[in-house]
């Protein structure tokens, strides 16, 4: 990557649309987990606009959240977890992995550095659909407080296809980061 150009032969499971937005915008960067271990401190330097990180496993969960807590607003991650609300566990996990640090000084950076949590999930007809959405709202009495916004709430089943729609189950607390990116309030 030094070279400033992102070779879809050395990353050959790259998906192509994020090398599209890649080769396109170039304000964003791609990277990919074990790229993203391997070169964390020369991609914080170099200040890019947000990082796209394919899958944290383990204590570059640290790194992530580090990253994302030093103005790269927008950067995004996936990880496994049963629930929006296991996934914060399993972040806590994951950077103590990697360092001992207090839950507290975790819960903050995750609280700090994470806006919202989609769990996508495959369903018995093996459909994978999005069964959650939630934003963290901060921490209270020591705990990520998690706010629900959408719940994928199941109708029935037609020809061996479940049919459901999303349910709202709140409004979104803050939405500084909205009206930064230039959206209206509704």
């Given at each position: ?13 790259t998906p192509?649309?994020?090398?599209i ?12 987990y ?7 401190q ?12 394919g ?15 030093t ?11 049963n629930s ?14 990697g ?11 995750i ?10 999930g ?5 459909s ?18 998690l ?15 479940i049919i ?23």
């Amino acid at each position: 990557m030094g070279s400033g150009h992102f070779s879809y032969s050395q990353n050959a499971s790259t998906p192509r649309y994020l090398l599209i937005i890649y080769r396109v915008y170039r304000v964003y960067h791609v990277s990919f987990y074990s790229h993203f271990v391997q070169n964390i401190q020369s991609f914080i330097i170099k200040k890019y606009s947000l990082y796209v990180v394919g899958e944290i496993r383990g204590a570059e969960c640290l790194d992530m959240l580090q990253a994302m807590n030093t103005g790269h607003d927008g950067s995004l991650s996936t990880g496994h977890a049963n629930s929006c609300r296991d996934m914060v566990s399993r972040m806590e996990t994951m950077v103590l992995m990697g360092m001992e640090l207090p839950l507290a000084a975790i819960r903050s950076q995750i609280a700090a550095g994470v806006d919202i949590l989609v769990h996508l999930g495959r369903l018995r007809d093996k459909s994978r659909r999005m069964l959650s959405m939630m934003e963290i709202d901060g921490i209270e009495h020591g705990e990520i407080r998690l706010n629900p916004l959408y719940q994928f709430m199941e109708m029935g089943e037609r020809n061996g296809v479940i049919i459901g729609r999303w349910e709202k189950k709140g409004e979104l607390v803050h939405k500084g980061k909205l009206y930064a990116a230039g959206m209206q309030p509704a």
